[in-house]
C-alpha cells in the first residue's frame, strides 16, 4: 500500500523530478518502497543462472545509485547504466515527458550520468550479490571513428563487477550514435570489442558475456545484416529493442507532448518492438540469447515477448506504472502456463 502512494505522489510530480526522487529514495537505507519476495522460476542463459527471467532494463537507474533498493523489488535481475567513461550532462531539460493517455514516456535523456568510476564505486558499495548487467556507451564529444575506445575503456572498467555487459548503439538521444550499427561501422566495433573480450578472458581467466542493445527503427534488410553479425562474431546475446523514433497513428495524448523529439517506450512500442523480436528471432535461429524488451505494461504483452521467443525479458515504462506488482504478475503467469502445460 505505502508503494503504491508512494507511486502516485511521484506521478503528480514533473517526470524528471520525480525520477529522481524515486531514485534517492530505491537507494536508500530507509527506502519508502516496500519489499516483495523474490519468485524463483531460474533460467540459465549465457551460462548465468537468473533467478527468475524478469529483469529492470537500462536507463532508470544510471549510476547504481538506487541498487539497494531495486534489489528488494523482485526482479531476476538488474540492468545499470547506461554509462560512459567521462561525466556528462546529457540534453538540455525538459528531456522526459509523459504520455499519460497512451502508458508511454518520451525521453531525449542524453545518456547523463556520472562516469564508469562512479558507476563502479557504487556498485562495490553496493555489495550487490544478484544478476547485474551494465550497460555501455561513448560520450557525446567522442567522434564514432572514435567510439570503440569508450567501449573498450568502459568494458575493461565493469567487467570484473557484472555477470554480463550491454553494448548500447542504439539509443536515439545521442547524435549518430546509431550509425555504428551500419556496414563497417558495425563490423570494426564489434570486431574490437570482441578481441578484447577474449584478450583479457585468456589472461584472467574471467569471461563475461557481452551483449549488443538494438534499435527497433531498422528494416528488415538491416536488420539481418546487422543479426548475422552480432552472431558471427561470436557475441553472447541480444536485447531487443530500445526505444522508437517513430510516432504511432494510435497515440492519444495531446499533440504538443508527442512532437517532442526522442525516444518513445511503453505501450505504444510493442506492437514495433515485437516485430523486430520475431525477426531476430528468425536470423539468429532457435538457440541464441535473446532478451526481450519494449512495451511491456502487463502480464499479456511479457507473454507475448516469450511466444515470440524470448529467453529473458526487461521492463522500465511498465515498472515506473505498475510498480513491483507486474514482476510478480509475470512470474506468476509464466510459473502458471509451465504447470498447465503437458
Not at 531525449?108 to 551494465?134: E, H, T
Not at 514495433?272 to 511491456?296: C, H, M, Q, W, Y
Request: aromatic share 6%.
Amino acid at each position: 500500500m505505502l508503494e503504491f502512494f508512494a507511486r502516485k505522489t511521484l506521478q503528480a510530480l514533473p517526470a524528471e523530478l520525480a525520477h529522481d526522487l524515486a531514485i534517492q529514495a530505491l537507494g536508500s537505507p530507509l527506502s519508502i518502497f516496500t519489499k516483495t519476495k523474490q519468485i524463483q522460476n531460474p533460467v540459465e542463459l549465457m551460462g548465468i543462472k537468473f533467478p527468475n527471467p524478469v529483469g529492470l532494463a537500462a536507463g532508470f537507474d544510471k549510476n547504481g545509485d538506487a541498487i539497494h533498493g531495486l534489489n528488494k523489488q523482485g526482479f531476476g535481475f538488474l540492468e545499470i547504466g547506461t554509462i560512459t567513461p567521462k561525466p556528462q550532462a546529457g540534453n538540455d531539460k525538459p528531456r522526459l515527458f509523459r504520455l499519460s493517455a497512451d502508458d508511454a514516456i518520451i525521453n531525449r535523456m542524453g545518456f547523463n550520468n556520472k562516469g564508469i568510476d562512479y558507476l563502479v564505486k557504487q556498485v562495490k558499495k553496493s555489495a550487490y550479490k544478484g544478476i547485474l548487467g551494465i550497460n555501455i556507451g561513448k560520450n557525446k564529444t567522442t567522434p564514432n571513428e572514435q567510439a570503440l575506445n569508450d567501449y573498450i575503456h568502459c568494458f575493461e572498467k565493469a567487467r570484473t563487477w557484472c555477470d554480463y555487459i550491454t553494448v548500447n548503439i542504439s539509443s536515439p538521444n545521442t547524435p549518430d550514435l546509431r550509425e555504428l550499427q551500419n556496414d563497417q561501422a558495425l563490423i570494426d566495433l564489434l570486431s574490437g570489442i570482441k578481441t578484447k573480450q577474449t584478450e583479457l578472458a585468456d589472461k584472467d581467466g574471467h569471461y563475461t558475456p557481452v551483449v549488443v542493445k538494438i534499435s527497433p527503427d531498422q528494416n528488415k534488410d538491416q536488420l539481418e545484416f546487422m543479426v548475422k553479425q552480432i552472431v558471427e562474431s561470436g557475441f553472447d546475446g541480444i536485447i531487443c529493442t530500445n526505444t522508437t523514433i517513430d510516432r504511432p497513428d494510435s497515440l492519444q495524448s495531446t499533440a504538443d507532448v508527442t512532437a517532442e523529439m526522442g525516444g518513445l517506450s511503453g505501450k505504444p512500442l510493442l506492437k514495433k518492438s515485437n516485430e523486430t523480436l520475431r525477426l531476430v528471432r528468425s536470423f539468429a535461429g532457435r538457440d541464441f540469447p535473446i532478451i526481450a524488451v519494449g512495451g511491456i505494461i502487463d502480464k499479456e504483452g511479457a507473454m507475448e515477448k516469450f511466444a515470440l521467443g524470448a529467453d529473458l525479458i526487461q521492463i522500465y515504462t511498465g515498472f515506473v506504472l505498475k510498480g513491483n506488482r507486474l514482476i510478480n504478475d509475470i512470474n506468476k503467469q509464466l510459473i502458471s502456463e509451465n504447470t498447465r502445460k503437458p
